[in-house]
Structure formats: structure tokens, C-alpha cells
């Protein structure tokens, strides 16, 4: 009833004067608390409704205003948000994404289904996820050693242990059998795909709770194709899938024209605020985090797709000799990359852990000398294939394309020759017959005679 009369009076506040809406919430408001302290409520929810009718109200307010589409919050959402949003927060890898899905957590509505209620470092203690023949959850756990005063025997029989499918008899006093509830969110996530580390009893306003860690094992996939990334100078990053022969499976560009704008807008911004300094750093580089991490993302899906090996750039290789070293006073506008060395580092940081969490090798690292300067096509190596930073022309076959996307070829290219050349040559110097554009040409060649 009282609801029902709030949402009237709040849709007839749309598209009325600001003053006189902010008059009625407040009279709302007192209204609200009135009624409110007539009903069988605790003091805190008596205190809290008023202000939570209000914040509704504004904020459906403002959205219709700005002609977003809202609608008046139902009791209970058709579809229960929280799995996915619990989905992610089990996915997540790092903070950052853990974070985000927390807070997506806190803000979904809940249904009455058990939730977790805390996750912390476990140590290992013996526990056992037990099922019986009915289907119902049992949680043994240990307690006590056997000669505490609280110890009794306790039999266990034809149950099922969830991490192994053993089926379970035994005697002993060490601890008890607990039973078990869980939404079937967790039973079918976690108790039916993961396997049970540790685990931590917990009890908390008169409830038992158990808290428990779990392992997932992603089956392995096997690799069949290479994916190769390189940094991009016009887009964050390219990438190449092709085979053993050199064949071209696919590729593209994964958009950095975001980045790129976002970190010219805070150069610019952090020049006129150089005195107070710190600020925009933080925020950029929280921002260039959630990038990297997107871009993580769709090169784990790409990997997928393709069952490929992801190879990337040692970018440890370039820094090490003094011939690697810019010249002092070069500007370096040229041949810049979208990606700086650090968030690259990161990124193969991020994959290391990405990679395997779906099945997937770790990313191999190779050395990226030569890469954007060698013809895939011929083998052709010459600083002059590549004049100025978009396209690649070589000087030998004339085969012209993307310096970014070439230079992902080869970046994959170069960890199949590595892989075939390295334990060949190890330990010696590198002879011209064996370097990586000789190689390339003979690995071509080959293809076309077969
Ligand atoms: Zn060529």
C-alpha cells in the first residue's frame, strides 16, 4: 500500500521543476518514516527505509530525465544475477578483476539461496566433502585430537568423498560429521568441477559455516597452431596464428586507439598539473591495468579458437648489451609502441596465469630481434624493409603488408625456428646457416616443393 502510493506520487515528479521535486522527495521522506515506525521493524531498517525510498526515487528521477530507460525495481529479479557475477569473481586472476566482480557481487540482488561468506587462506586439516545415497552433503571435519575429552567414535558408512568418488568407511574420534547446505550454484561449480584443498569451520551468529578452498584443473589443451603478438604502433597489439609450415590462419589487431587517446589526454593533463603531481599517474595507470587485462582476455579467446601456443616478445633480451641502447638524442616518436616495456611485462605476466587457468601453455617468450626488419615471406633482412612505421616492403620480393601484423608472424615464426634451431646450435656461435631469416627461406621453400 505504502509503496504502491511512493510510486505514484514519484512518476507524476517526472519532468517537474528540480525545487519542487527535491520538496516532495523530503516530504516523502517524513512520510515514509512515519509509517515505518508502525511497523515491525528493527530500529537500524526503520532508520534506513526513508533514506533508501529517497535514493530510489532520485535516481529513478534522474535517469528518466536524462531519457535512459529505468524501470521501477521489482521485489525479485526474474533471473538470479548473482551466478554470473559469482562466476567472475571465481575467474578472476587479479585484483583488479576480483575487485570488479565484488563489487558486482554487493551490488546484485540476492535470492535465499546460502552464500559464501568469507574466503581466506586455508590450511590442510583432513576435511572431507562427504555425499550419501540420497543426494544429501555431509561435511566431515576434524576437531580434536583422540584423547581430548570430547572425543567419541564416530562411524562413517558408504559415503561418497566429492574430491576422489571413493566410496568412504571409517571409524574415528578425531572429529564429526557435519551436515551440509549449499546453494546449487556451488554444489554444481565447485563441488562437482573443483577439488576440495581445505577447508576452515567458522561459526558465526549462532550458525556453522565452512569455508573451503578449491582447486580447478583445466584440461589440457593441444597446441596446434602458434599465435604471435606484437606491440602495436597504431593498435594496442597484432597478432598472427599461423602453423608448423608457416601458413596464415588468421589475424588482426586488437583496438588501442582507446589507450592511445586516454594516455595523450592524461600527458596532457598531467603537463598542466605538474605541480601537484601523483594524481593522474594513479589514474592512468589503473586505467592502462584494466586494458591490459581486457587485452589478456580476448588473446586467451583467440588462443582457444585456435588451440594455439601463444608466443610473445623476451622483452628481457633487448635491454641486456650496450648495442641495444637508444641512442641518446634519437626522438623516439617513430617506432614507439602503443605499449610501453612495463605494461608489456605485464601483460605476459597476466597471461602466465590466464593461459593454463583454461588449459593452455604459458606464453613462450622469444628474442624480437630482427623480427620487424626480416621478410616472412623471403627472408629478406634489412633495416631498409622497413622505412617509416606502417607498412613493411621488402626490398628483395617486393611483398608489402602491416609492419604490426608482419611482425606478429614472425614473432610466432621465430618460435618454431627456435624450437627446431635452438638445441641444434646450443652452447655455439651462431653460423649464417642457422640464423632465423635463413631459416625462414628454407622453411618456405620447402612448403612450395611440397
Ligand atoms: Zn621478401
Not at 504502491?4 to 527535491?22: C, H, P
Not at 558408512?157 to 566429492?162: F, G, K, Q, R
Not at 581445505?198 to 561459526?203: F, M
Request: charged fraction near 25%; proline fraction near 4%; charge should be positive.
Amino acid at each position: 500500500m505504502l509503496l504502491g502510493s511512493v510510486e505514484k506520487q514519484v512518476k507524476a515528479l517526472v519532468g517537474k521543476d528540480k525545487k519542487d521535486v527535491r520538496e516532495t522527495l523530503r516530504q516523502l521522506k517524513s512520510l515514509v518514516a512515519k509509517k515505518c515506525a508502525k511497523l515491525p521493524l528493527g530500529d537500524s531498517a526503520k532508520a534506513a527505509l526513508p533514506y533508501d525510498v529517497d535514493a530510489q526515487a532520485s535516481s529513478y528521477l534522474e535517469l528518466i530525465n536524462v531519457g535512459q530507460a529505468a524501470s521501477w525495481p521489482t521485489r525479485r529479479p526474474k533471473e538470479d544475477p548473482y551466478p554470473a557475477a559469482l562466476d567472475a569473481l571465481t575467474q578472476s586472476i587479479t585484483l583488479e578483476e576480483f575487485t570488479a566482480a565484488t563489487e558486482a557481487l554487493s551490488s546484485k540482488a540476492r535470492t535465499n539461496d546460502p552464500r559464501p561468506l568469507s574466503i581466506m587462506r586455508n590450511n590442510r586439516r583432513g576435511t572431507m566433502l562427504l555425499e550419501d545415497d540420497k543426494g544429501r552433503l555431509f561435511a566431515w571435519v576434524n576437531l580434536h585430537g583422540q584423547h581430548n575429552r570430547f572425543a567419541r567414535d564416530v562411524v562413517v558408512t558408504n559415503m561418497v568423498n566429492t574430491r576422489t568418488g571413493e566410496i568412504v568407511n571409517f571409524k574415528s574420534k578425531l572429529g564429526c560429521v557435519m551436515p551440509l547446505e549449499c546453494s546449487q550454484w556451488h554444489f554444481q561449480r565447485f563441488i562437482k568441477q573443483g577439488q576440495l584443498q581445505s577447508s576452515k569451520l567458522i561459526y558465526r551468529k549462532e550458525q556453522f559455516f565452512i569455508a573451503c578452498t578449491f582447486e580447478f584443473v583445466a584440461a589440457d589443451i593441444e597446441c596446434v597452431t602458434y599465435l604471435g603478438i606484437d606491440r602495436g604502433i597504431e593498435e594496442i597489439a597484432s597478432y598472427a596464428v599461423i602453423t608448423d609450415d608457416l601458413g596464415l590462419l588468421a589475424q588482426g589487431s586488437f583496438e588501442g586507439a582507446t589507450l592511445r587517446g586516454y594516455q595523450r589526454k592524461k600527458e596532457a593533463q598531467a603537463k598542466e598539473t605538474q605541480r601537484r603531481k601523483g594524481e593522474s599517474r594513479v589514474s592512468w595507470r589503473a586505467y592502462a591495468d584494466h586494458i591490459i587485462h581486457a587485452l589478456a582476455n580476448k588473446i586467451v579467446d583467440a588462443a582457444l579458437l585456435y588451440a594455439s601456443q601463444v608466443v610473445i616478445e623476451d622483452l628481457s633480451a633487448i635491454s641486456q648489451g650496450p648495442q641495444h641502447k637508444r641512442p641518446k638524442f634519437r626522438p623516439r616518436t617513430n617506432l614507439s609502441k602503443v605499449l610501453n616495456r612495463a605494461q608489456y611485462q605485464k601483460l605476459a605476466n597476466v597471461l602466465k596465469y590466464k593461459l593454463p587457468a583454461v588449459g593452455l601453455p604459458p606464453p613462450r617468450l622469444v628474442r624480437a630481434a630482427g623480427t620487424s626488419i626480416t621478410c616472412n615471406v623471403c627472408g629478406y633482412r634489412d633495416k631498409e624493409n622497413r622505412q617509416s612505421q606502417a607498412p613493411f616492403v621488402c626490398l628483395k620480393c617486393a611483398h608489402s603488408e602491416n609492419a604490426d601484423l608482419h611482425a606478429a608472424k614472425n614473432i610466432a615464426a621465430k618460435h618454431i625456428y627456435w624450437r627446431e634451431v635452438g638445441p641444434k646450435v646450443k652452447g655455439k656461435k651462431l653460423t649464417d646457416r642457422h640464423k632465423f631469416e635463413n631459416w625462414l627461406a628454407v622453411r618456405r621453400q620447402a612448403v612450395e616443393v611440397d
